[in-house]
């Protein structure tokens, strides 16, 4: 299954991970590792965010993933499952049966 991996990383965790001169080559083995489908960087309420989007085929994988993000990082991490347009297209029509079977008939 498709996860974002939203990773916040506090201000002054990141302001450490800058001093490191191998902070790109570390983000470079993480992301093959993890095989990121896409990797997003971005500012969130003013800490800094890198976003991973990444197939979880078993949720025992899922400390393997986030563990060095947790520790290496400093970072909060969630876990969102995400779909594609297509998965949406696809789950769509069971998700109006199962609406519509929980409606009261008047």
């Known amino acids: 299954m498709r996860f974002l991996i939203h990773t916040k990383i ?3 965790a990141g302001n450490l991970m800058l001093q490191d001169p191998n902070l790109l080559s570390k983000l470079q083995t993480y992301i093959s590792k993890v ?3 896409a990797t997003y960087f971005f500012e969130e309420e003013g800490d800094r965010v890198a976003a991973f ?3 979880i085929p078993r ?10 993000l ?4 400093g970072a909060r991490v969630e876990l969102h499952p995400v779909m594609s347009f297509d998965d949406l297209k696809n789950g769509v029509p069971q998700a109006v049966v199962e609406a519509n079977s929980y409606r009261t008939k008047e």
């Open 10 to 12: 506090p201000t002054e």
């Open 35 to 37: 095989k990121a489908e």
């Open 53 to 55: 989007i990444v197939d």
């Open 59 to 68: 949720a025992s994988e899922i400390p393997g993933l986030i563990e060095p």
């Open 70 to 73: 947790f520790s290496g990082m």
